[in-house]
């Protein structure tokens, strides 16, 4: 079979290397990729917008089977674009994928079918949601509407943080017209969870769950990020919350969407707040997340291209989806200065004995030297029987790779350690 990803990050060179283990797998192109995958994937100078140029290359070199795993691309209706041409695919049309790609439809959609989530107000007027900020309760949450590469939602702690969240939005667009119409929420407390699942439309499968570290220095300090690293499972997620959750939000959610005419094939992300009142939903996204990806596909058992061609053909109900029982650790590293400025171009060395466990997300080939070519630049995750020997052999991976300007937290799985010991 030849297979086409879309995306150039350490979550597609995740589901690239799962793919691979596949014996009916003869090639895989990755549109566009990133120079750290070339030993895994056929690189195509194409980038992950451009769904012309994606149809065209799949028809080009007759694809069996796409995966689409960035946001851009699903809402965008590569999905739909490909499945034209008679090219099967991993992702939600672009009817489902408004899931992630419109806040305000997300957050209608949990009220109307009640779906636990945090009380919220939406505004296409910023002196009305200035006005609504002078009594609501602080902290609050102001999200842009639609996509905004992950950055589009600020906890403001202060009255002041939150008027400047709302004119940097809708005065001044920093995200662009995503910020023309703004959400603003309830502020939830609690433990955050991400959990991914496979669904078919009918059948809702949760994969492991795990714990992301958004913010930029240890301690949980600084800029919020892509995500620094993560581990998996998440001790907060108990087996009692995951049937909890099954019951209050999985299935109503897979149920609401086909309700709504808009039924979600691929992966659905439900990033959750364990509060205290039980678990509500903060986000849903419409694909797999970066980098929770590469500690919850390691750790997959099954098949990754026969669970994924199930969620296509509507046979999820029959497909065996197993997960190992042991625990993984995914530690960023990261260009010094992001999220902010940073310097790229420096020689990236991974050694081979590593590299399996190694997920590249941004470098560049020149040559036959790989060089840094992004904020975060690769993600070394380690499996284990414990999380603690799982953490310890990440960073002993990290400590083992070299590029100039290198950084990366030295805290990842600290708070999942202690929650552990609480249990």
Do not use: W
Not at 326 to 351: D, N, Q, W
């Amino acid at each position: 079979m030849k297979l086409l990803v879309v995306g150039g990050g350490g979550r597609e060179h995740a589901i690239i290397k799962k793919l691979k283990e596949n014996p009916a797998v003869e090639e895989i192109f990755a549109l566009p990729g990133n120079g750290g995958m070339a030993g895994d994937a056929t690189l195509v100078p194409i980038g992950a917008k451009e769904i012309d140029k994606i149809v065209a290359f799949a028809k080009e070199q007759q694809i069996d089977y796409a995966v689409v795993a960035p946001d851009d691309p699903l809402v965008l209706g590569c999905v739909d674009a490909l499945n034209e041409i008679g090219v099967p695919c991993f992702g939600p049309r672009a009817n489902a994928a408004i899931i992630e790609g419109s806040k305000v439809f997300s957050k209608d959609l949990m009220k109307k079918y009640g779906i636990p989530t945090a009380a919220y107000e939406v505004f296409t007027d910023c002196k009305a949601a200035l006005a609504y900020l002078e009594t609501a309760p602080i902290p609050t949450v102001i999200k842009a509407d639609g996509l905004a590469l992950g950055k589009g939602v600020i906890i403001a702690d202060t009255r002041e943080a939150a008027y400047d969240a709302v004119r940097s939005m809708m005065e001044d667009q920093v995200f662009g017209a995503s910020g023309s119409r703004v959400v603003i929420e309830e502020f939830l407390t609690g433990p955050e969870v991400s959990v991914l699942s496979f669904t078919d439309g009918e059948t809702v499968v949760p994969m492991i769950s795990s714990m992301d570290h958004k913010r930029a220095l240890d301690g949980d300090q600084g800029l919020n990020t892509g995500g620094m690293g993560t581990v998996a499972p998440n001790p907060y997620y108990t087996p009692e919350i995951a049937a909890e959750c099954m019951k209050t939000i999985f299935l109503p959610t897979i149920r609401a969407m086909k309700e709504e005419g808009r039924p979600f094939k691929g992966c659905l992300y439900f990033g959750l707040m364990l509060t205290p009142n039980g678990p509500k939903v903060i986000e849903y996204n419409c694909r797999f997340g970066d980098p929770e990806t590469q500690v919850v596909l390691p750790l997959l058992e099954s098949d990754l291209l026969t669970v994924m061609q199930a969620t296509t053909n509507g046979t999820l109900a029959e497909t065996e989806v197993k997960f190992s029982n042991r625990h993984a650790c995914c530690v960023v590293m990261a260009s010094k200065g992001y999220p902010g400025k940073y310097e790229t171009g420096f020689e990236l060395t991974i050694p081979d004995d590593i590299s399996n466990e190694v997920y590249v997300a941004g470098a560049k080939l020149e040559g036959e030297k790989l060089l840094t070519a992004g904020g975060r630049v690769l993600g070394a995750t380690a499996m284990a029987d414990t999380l603690e020997d799982a953490i310890s052999a990440a960073y002993a991976k990290a400590e083992r790779i070299q590029f100039e300007n290198a950084f990366y937290r030295r805290d990842i799985g600290k708070r999942a350690l202690l929650a552990g010991k609480e249990n």
